[in-house]
């Protein structure tokens, strides 16, 4: 069972965001970039088959700023193999991001041909389109996302995928593989690599890097982004203000007031 | 012939999602601007009479494929795709939901189409259509438009009041024969919900944890609080994914919408996809080390610190309230 992996970077939103002069986009010269969130999730769903049914797994990254350390930490997680891709299109969108990768992983030997691709069932910017189905088509594979639990059976080739309904309800499904998987959770919490491992994988072993293949075509992307602001907003809390024991004491002095005590 | 507009009709087990009248509501009043007429799209198997809700539309264009009798991305979008060789509207709203998520962007991409996804509003300016996105965790909004039409768009929940997208009409019905290969996607079943945990649907006071909490071992501060109020405790998708609660606490896009009447948000940013699940409550406060957390924007009372040093004080204070009380 090969596996591939693509992984995503994206700015820090625990920290301020700034939008850039141009108003119409981010400012990404500084905050912290991170592992978007479910392809973390992603990353462990593809070391969990990979203990249980044995096989390999590659990570895929678009270059970013601090890709590397994330590339790193997967190395340290259990990653056979970590490939870069240099040179992207500066402010790629999701949709020209899926295309590039796609690029890739037709073209470069040992990813062509795996049984699964997981990433991500959505991140925080995809604007003009999710990666996981923009893979697929790109691919010319199935597709299914919101997932939560996956089982692949390399024999049938087919995999018992649980998609997410609201209300709780799970979907069970078979795909046909090899598929697109995008993952909302892993089983399992994300595993934690302590910083000691890390450093010792980034003397023992490297990140791949391969060229995004040049192109002359146009925007995939077809958007034209007029603005960006942070929200105004219409509401805003009433804050209180002081100590824990000031902030708790009025508090509970509301609730009194509402009948909620 | 006229221009039109359409909302795909979301429905699962048999019903019309809420959301689906919130995209009618936005699509009337799109369509209205435009000059073009609207029309609902329902794919489906023996769904038929679903249509009888849909009379906000002008039509409803129906497909009946048993294929279709489950909502699977790719077969939806392949009906689309088939669909959109025979009409051309000039854009078509999909929700954005755990049900839909996916049929959008892959009808973009098969059809080079533009997609706008986490649209929270659409207006028409100048004869054109712009979008506004929530985008990063809802601390960036976007102002959007496309370069060639048909537009994609897909609808975050709440748009507009689903009652806005009602109405007692019975719209026409325009049949559409669909012809779809075999998928390589079953649903095999459905799996529910564990039973016997508590239905935090039903509860009057819900105390929300987030990522705030930190770790598994302070839940019991939020459940001392619970308990000291009378209600329960409940989570944001990132408490939940750690394995700390049963799915069956989740507020939001995947688990439950609440309305309780208080809703303590301890830990929890606010997201977009959180907030659709609990921004109707009574009363809601927020704690959250973050001043600019989106979840100060629809809380009515917000407390700016670490939910670990607030829940304990908060837990005393109700102490000492309650003994101040009972000594009176």
């Excluded at chain 1, 003009?128 to 024999?155: H, K, N, R, Y």
């Excluded at chain 2, 009574?282 to 670990?308: E, K, Q």
Aim: some cysteine; glycine content about 8%.
């Amino acid at each position: 069972m090969n596996i591939l992996v693509v992984l995503r970077m994206v700015p820090d939103v625990v920290e301020e965001l700034e939008i850039a002069p141009d108003g119409k986009s981010l400012d990404l010269e500084f905050g912290r970039m991170v592992l978007s969130e479910s392809d973390d999730h992603a990353l462990e769903q593809a070391l969990l088959i990979k203990e249980r049914s044995g096989g390999t797994v590659t990570a895929l990254a678009l270059e970013a700023r601090e890709v590397d350390e994330v590339l790193f930490a997967a190395l340290a997680k259990g990653v056979d193999r970590v490939v870069k891709i240099t040179g992207p299109k500066e402010g790629a969108t999701t949709r020209e991001a899926a295309h590039s990768i796609a690029q890739v992983i037709s073209s470069e030997p040992g990813l062509k041909g795996a049984d699964l691709v997981l990433t991500g069932t959505q991140a925080i910017n995809d604007l003009d389109g999710l990666m996981a189905p923009s893979l697929a088509q790109e691919l010319s594979l199935p597709f299914l996302g919101i997932v939560t639990g996956l089982v692949p059976d390399s024999s049938a080739p087919s995999a018992v995928a649980v998609k997410e309904f609201p209300r709780g309800v799970g979907g069970e499904f078979e795909v046909a593989l090899p598929a697109v998987f995008g993952i909302q959770a892993a089983e399992k919490p994300p595993r934690y690599v302590p910083v000691a491992k890390v450093r010792a994988v980034m003397k023992s072993q490297r990140i791949d890097s391969v060229s995004a293949a040049a192109t002359e075509e146009p925007s995939l992307s077809l958007l034209l982004v007029l603005e960006m602001t942070k929200p105004q907003p219409t509401a805003h809390a009433e804050i209180l203000e002081g100590s824990p024991e000031q902030t708790a004491s009025a508090l509970c002095g509301i609730l009194a007031e509402r009948g909620l005590l | 012939m006229s221009a039109e507009y359409w909302v795909v009709v979301e429905h699962w087990r048999g019903s019309v999602s809420q959301i689906t009248y919130e995209a009618l509501a936005l699509g009337r009043e799109v369509a209205d601007q435009l000059g073009a007429s609207l029309h609902a799209v329902l794919l489906g198997h023996n769904a038929r009479e679903l249509a009888a809700t849909l009379g906000k539309a002008d039509s409803v264009i129906y497909a009946d494929d048993p294929q279709l009798s489950e909502v699977v991305a790719e077969t939806y979008a392949e009906a689309l795709v088939q669909l959109l060789k025979s009409r051309k509207p000039k854009g078509i709203i999909i929700p954005l939901t755990n049900v839909s998520l996916g049929a959008g962007t892959l009808l973009g991409a098969r059809l080079g189409l533009p997609v706008v996804n986490f649209c929270t509003d659409v207006k028409v300016a100048e004869g054109a259509v712009q979008a506004r996105c929530t985008l990063y965790g809802g601390k960036i909004e976007s102002r959007v438009t496309t370069e060639r039409e048909p537009t994609i768009l897909g609808l975050c929940p709440g748009a507009r009041p689903s009652e806005k997208g009602l109405s007692d009409q019975r719209p026409p019905i325009e049949d559409f024969a669909v012809s779809l290969p075999e998928p390589a996607i079953h649903l095999k079943k459905y799996i529910e919900p564990e039973a016997g945990d508590v239905d935090i649907t039903q509860q009057e006071v819900l105390v929300a944890v987030g990522r705030g909490i930190q770790g598994q071992e302070n839940l019991n501060l939020a459940e001392t609080l619970a308990k000291q109020l009378r209600g329960a405790v409940c989570a944001s998708r990132p408490v939940i994914d750690q394995g700390w609660l049963p799915i069956s606490r989740q507020v939001g896009k995947s688990g439950a919408t609440v309305k309780p009447k208080l809703y303590l948000a301890l830990g929890i940013s606010g997201a977009p996809e959180h907030a659709e699940g609990m921004k109707n409550s009574a009363l809601i406060v927020a704690v959250n080390t973050d001043r600019s957390a989106p979840i100060f924007n629809i809380a009515h009372y917000g407390i700016v610190a670490d939910v670990l040093e607030v829940l304990p004080a908060l837990s005393e204070a109700i102490e000492s309230r309650k003994g101040v009380g009972s000594h009176a």
